[in-house]
């Protein structure tokens, strides 16, 4: 990893380290708009040649329903599965809120409720790992938030099947239909339909670049009337080490992000570390990263990654809000008292018993988060995501004679006479 002392750092310097490396927006999407445009125009013909191509996997057809034929899984494997279910689907529950009923002034009545997104669609990426938590991290929100129709999308294996575990997940959320197609032309299938392909209100859920392109091409189409969850990049963690911190701990944390693809990037935070136990950490970097199956991913990610050495906790905190990290480890002395000046994260790991993998798995909390800097304005996927608010007013006879001198002196204002005689016409009336 490459190491910069803060205290060093010009004010351009700084701020470039908190930049990501740069997307070719530009050309990603000039490869995926003639997907997207493929699809939309010849449906099923044109996912089953994408997969074909993209996936090399021949199909008669795309789309599987329930109820799901679920191949047997180990003990192990299940039992895990419906530990991480239950804790995701607790703590989800918990972020349902109450409806909203106030009187504003006598005779005005102001409420909010919620309902579900009647239909969506849930991106479960294949290609270099199995991911049957992401169809958890999707699926259980969008199954407690009472969606009518949950429609998964994720790549088939090589012999056209569907990965076990993510068909078991489907079946535990109630998933209503699993398409078997990946990249842009499995969302581009869920945002405009095909023949077979539902159609979704929105599509959640984490992917590569050409994944992303295509939700945000669909999101800024209107004739799809998409919505998506977030803009995502490249995976990544941010790392606050002091001098009480385990080094072999802190090298894991800085490891389990760096082996999600070449284009991870993990960043360590040495808070006030002598040489010594920088480079303590270092070398558990390297021995932990040699023993990984994934080693030839992490050589790739590493390079992209960095240490920065500052002075104190103010210091580091101050960065790390700058930065935005989509994931936020604090392995520092009274981990806990700092949680307060998070301002900007994905998800908090506090203290050196609490490893990003736990909130991957099955802490319960979701792990499909904003990337790239976006933690700035967005949040990771919960129960809300997969639900709309809708607001209603109720006026009697003495709150409209209450309230109508104010709403007839402001639509005067903004010179909208069919507003004011909305009032005007009932106050005659009265």
Request: hydrophobic share 45%; proline share 5%; charged share 20%.
């Amino acid at each position: 990893m490459r190491v910069y002392a803060d205290s060093e750092l010009t004010t351009v310097e700084r701020d470039a380290l908190q930049q990501r490396p740069i997307i070719d927006s530009e050309e990603i999407m000039r490869r995926v708009r003639p997907i997207v445009d493929a699809v939309r125009a010849n449906g099923d013909a044109a996912v089953l040649e994408f997969t074909a191509k993209f996936d090399r996997v021949k199909l008669d057809h795309t789309v599987i329903r329930a109820p799901f034929e679920v191949p047997a899984l180990s003990d192990a494997v299940r039992a895990a599965i419906d530990q991480a279910y239950s804790n995701v689907h607790a703590f989800h529950t918990a972020q349902l809120g109450a409806d909203t009923c106030i009187e504003t002034m006598p005779g005005v009545k102001c409420s909010r409720f919620s309902r579900a997104i009647e239909r969506v669609g849930l991106y479960v990426p294949g290609g270099t790992a199995v991911l049957p938590s992401s169809a958890l991290m999707l699926g259980v929100p969008a199954q407690v938030a009472g969606c009518r129709e949950i429609v998964l999308a994720t790549p088939p294996r090589s012999d056209g099947s569907i990965v076990p575990e993510v068909l078991y997940v489907a079946h535990k959320v109630g998933a209503t239909a699993i398409v078997k197609a990946g990249g842009a032309q499995a969302i581009a299938a869920m945002a405009y339909g095909t023949e077979t392909v539902p159609k979704v209100d929105k599509i959640c859920g984490p992917g590569n670049q050409y994944v992303t392109a295509a939700k945000m091409l669909a999101q800024n189409d209107t004739a799809a009337m998409v919505a998506i969850d977030m803009p995502a990049g490249p995976s990544e963690v941010l790392v606050v080490a002091d001098a009480t911190s385990i080094p072999a701990y802190v090298a894991s944390d800085l490891l389990s992000q760096a082996e999600h693809g070449p284009d991870s990037q993990v960043v360590l935070l040495a808070v006030d570390l002598t040489d010594e136990q920088l480079a303590a950490i270092e070398a558990q970097v390297h021995e932990q990263a040699s023993r990984l199956p994934r080693v030839d991913i992490v050589r790739q990610s590493i390079p992209k990654s960095y240490c920065l050495r500052v002075a104190s906790m103010t210091d580091a905190m101050h960065f790390s809000n700058a930065y935005g990290p989509e994931h936020l480890i604090l392995q520092n002395d009274r981990a806990s008292d700092y949680v307060a000046d998070v301002i900007n994260a994905g998800s908090v790991f506090v203290g050196p018993y609490s490893p990003e993998s736990c909130g991957d798995y099955a802490s319960g909390t979701n792990h499909t988060l904003p990337t790239y800097g976006f933690s700035k304005m967005y949040s990771g996927v919960n129960t809300g995501t997969f639900l709309k608010h809708i607001t209603s007013q109720e006026l009697t006879r003495e709150g409209l004679a209450n309230i109508a001198q104010t709403v007839m002196t402001l639509a005067e204002v903004e010179e909208l006479e069919a507003h004011r005689n909305a009032v005007a016409i009932r106050l005659r009336d009265m």
